[in-house]
């Protein structure tokens, strides 16, 4: 868990306090979020807030001009999001004091999903590129059933589904994936008996993401896929994704799904991904 330190901070004009993150600014935050083109719904703010760790920079009047959040995976590896300052501050200290201060809470290496016009800043913050991320969202033409091998998450799945979500990340995410299954529609495959791979399925922003993803090849990742996909045609649907060739790709690009290099997965050492993981989280988790 990380403890954000309540101190002061100058930023021209402003004299700003930074302290942890609270229920009682997520409405703040969201409305920031929306005023700069975000997706997110107040709801996902609080999602985050529930897997992980943040902090805020309020003014003398209670007013919130930013925030950054850490996602602690034990005790080896963090992720870093939700990093967003006021437009009125984005010419000033602000966004880049509070992502020095969520990269020096973090424990272990340390990740983050960048846009693309934060990537050169990160940079001199000593975080390296290591892989883009390809956004693909669009409305669902088409309806989809259950694949043979998927069936509905069972409670008795939990401790394998933390066994290949950590294989996959090669860390503790088991905080973020009990917050996840609270709030996504959860499938598993199974290959002669054993469950071998899971997806995720939850609303966000203009109607749902599937993520994570995580599976032993692209036909079972197809699969997964395609089983979250029931009932939702018509519907506006997203997924992440660091995969850059193959049939699980080129199955999103036939649906009419448009591809977007959206942001760049950067870290402050020399990670690596599973490439069984065809799905990612979310930006801020990875």
């Keep these: 868990m990380v403890f954000f330190p309540v101190r002061q901070i100058e930023i021209d004009p402003f004299s700003l306090t930074l302290m942890p993150m609270q229920q009682e600014h997520l409405g703040a935050l ?16 609080a999602a985050n807030l529930d897997s992980g760790t943040g902090i805020v920079a309020v003014d003398e009047a209670g007013r919130v001009h930013g925030s950054a959040m850490t996602f602690s995976y034990h005790r080896d590896l963090s992720a870093i999001g939700m990093v967003i300052a006021h437009p009125k501050l984005a010419r000033t200290a602000l966004f ?46 088409c309806g ?13 799945d939990r401790p394998r589904l933390h066994q290949l979500d950590q294989s996959g990340y090669c860390a503790d995410r088991s905080r973020l994936v009990a917050t996840l299954l609270e709030q ?15 997806a995720m399925r939850r609303r966000f922003g203009r109607g749902h993401v599937i993520g994570p993803v995580i599976a032993a090849n692209e036909t079972d990742a197809l699969s997964l896929t395609t089983s979250l996909m029931a009932g939702l045609a018509g519907q506006f649907l997203r997924l992440d994704t660091r995969q850059t060739e193959g049939s699980f790709v080129g199955f999103l690009a036939a649906l009419g799904f448009r591809a977007r290099p959206d942001v760049t997965t950067m870290t402050t050492t020399n990670l690596t991904f599973s490439p069984e993981i ?9």
């Design 278 to 286: 065809y799905a990612i989280s979310g930006h801020s988790t990875g």
């Design 96 to 141: 880049r004091t509070l992502a020095t201060e969520a990269l020096e809470q973090s424990t272990g290496a340390a990740f983050l999903n960048a846009c693309q016009q934060d990537v050169s800043f990160y940079r001199d913050l000593g975080v390296r590129s290591a892989a883009p991320v390809f956004r693909y969202e669009g409305f669902l033409p």
């Design 30 to 45: 969201h409305g920031l979020s929306v005023a700069l083109g975000w997706p997110h719904r107040h709801a996902d703010w």
């Design 144 to 156: 989809f059933s259950l694949a043979r091998n998927v069936r509905p998450f069972r409670p008795q």
């Design 184 to 198: 996504s529609e959860t499938y598993v495959i199974e290959t002669c008996g054993h469950v071998t791979g899971f």
